[in-house]
């Protein structure tokens, strides 16, 4: 179990570094901010949300990465569970959203479709599948 959080901590702040990085200005894996909009959010825009919200995502992601860790604690309160449960259900209703046709057509633009389908996507699964792997041990 503590390879499992490792790997769910790691990923989750490799994504917050990269939200981060982006709220900075930076660019990749794109060569313009446009490129970048169509990269990774995918809805038509030419600009990138605003650094705030860069910002404001990293963080939560921070959060998200350290709850694992609370996971392994003996004994775990019923509200740790409770805020791991909703995490699990939050990375696969996004990942099963990007499946859905109504994302679809709200996310269009390319790259972003198919690397949403491609990597994306099974990505929060595998992170919602990381949560209830941990979450298994309590219930």
Same mark, same amino acid.
């Given at each position: 179990? %503590?390879l499992? *959080?490792a790997?769910?901590c *790691?990923?989750?702040l490799? %994504?917050? #570094?990269?939200?981060t990085?982006w #709220?900075?200005g $930076? =660019?990749?894996p *794109?060569?313009s901010a446009a490129e970048l909009?169509?990269?990774?959010?995918? +809805? #038509?825009r030419?600009?990138m949300? !605003?650094?705030w919200?860069c @910002?404001?995502v990293a963080a939560?992601l921070?959060?998200?990465? /350290?709850?694992p860790w609370?996971? =392994?604690?003996?004994p775990?309160s019923q509200?740790?569970i !409770?805020? $791991?449960?909703v995490f699990? *259900?939050?990375?696969?209703i996004r $990942? /099963?959203? #990007?499946?859905?046709?109504?994302?679809?057509r709200?996310h269009?633009?390319?790259?972003? !479709?198919?690397? +949403?389908?491609?990597?994306y996507?099974? =990505?929060?699964?595998l =992170?919602a599948?990381? @949560?209830?792997v941990?979450l298994?041990?309590?219930m």
């Amino acid at each position: 179990m %503590i390879l499992v *959080a490792a790997l769910l901590c *790691a990923l989750l702040l490799v %994504i917050a #570094g990269l939200h981060t990085y982006w #709220g900075l200005g $930076g =660019l990749w894996p *794109a060569k313009s901010a446009a490129e970048l909009a169509r990269t990774v959010v995918g +809805d #038509g825009r030419t600009r990138m949300p !605003a650094p705030w919200s860069c @910002f404001t995502v990293a963080a939560l992601l921070v959060l998200v990465a /350290l709850w694992p860790w609370l996971l =392994l604690r003996h004994p775990v309160s019923q509200l740790v569970i !409770a805020v $791991g449960v909703v995490f699990a *259900a939050v990375f696969l209703i996004r $990942g /099963l959203a #990007g499946y859905s046709p109504r994302w679809r057509r709200r996310h269009w633009a390319e790259p972003f !479709a198919a690397r +949403d389908k491609r990597l994306y996507s099974p =990505l929060c699964m595998l =992170l919602a599948t990381g @949560f209830m792997v941990l979450l298994s041990r309590e219930m």
